[in-house]
């Protein structure tokens, strides 16, 4: 329980960057070596670097350096991880609601009680 | 899109925060005050209403203060843009891994290419 805010806290600390998001975009398409990641981005293959370090922390990306060549791929359970915390929450607050209208539309049917209107 | 862009920036930020998720957490349960917000967490709550602005600026939740007491409601429209953010790249990255099992799957049935075997 410890390990997962853990990793809730440095996912969603990855994903708070907009250049940590285009990256993880490309990576959605497929495995993309740093230079590739850097392409797009107006920033040195050095802070490229430091980005794909803070996403391999965070277990997002995993990379593999074959040669000179530094392959990262996406890692889809630390995205999974995020996704589900997310959803649990806004589904508990959905039931809640249809609770809510179900218990207004149960007691807007009882005559007995309606003196308010 | 931009605007998109930054309303991720904010709620991630938001939620790579332990304290600020065990308010979003009680929030999913129904809306609470800020004492309230407080009670399970050790800080002033000086350092709550911080966190609460954060929240709040993320557009994660809103609040109404009604003569002294201010009450904060979970805002599920911005966990649902965070959450489908996350499950589209990881929906795409899965529909790639599919593709790439048809392609193997339909490669391994061709007795004539089967030379390396």
């Given at each position: ?109 009882e005559p007995d009680e309606g003196s308010s209107r």
């Open positions: 329980m410890l390990d997962q805010g853990a990793t809730l806290d440095r996912v969603f600390q990855a994903l708070a960057d907009p250049s940590r998001r285009i990256m993880v975009e490309q990576l959605s398409r497929g495995p993309a070596s740093v230079s590739e990641l850097a392409r797009p981005l107006t920033m040195t293959l050095a802070a490229v670097v430091q980005h794909v370090q803070v996403l391999e922390a965070s277990g997002l990306v995993r990379s593999r350096k074959v040669g000179r060549v530094r392959t990262c791929t996406i890692e889809p359970s630390a995205l999974g991880t995020a996704e589900q915390w997310i959803a649990e929450r806004r589904a508990r607050w959905e039931r809640r609601l249809d609770r809510l209208g179900e218990y207004l539309a149960e007691h807007s049917d």
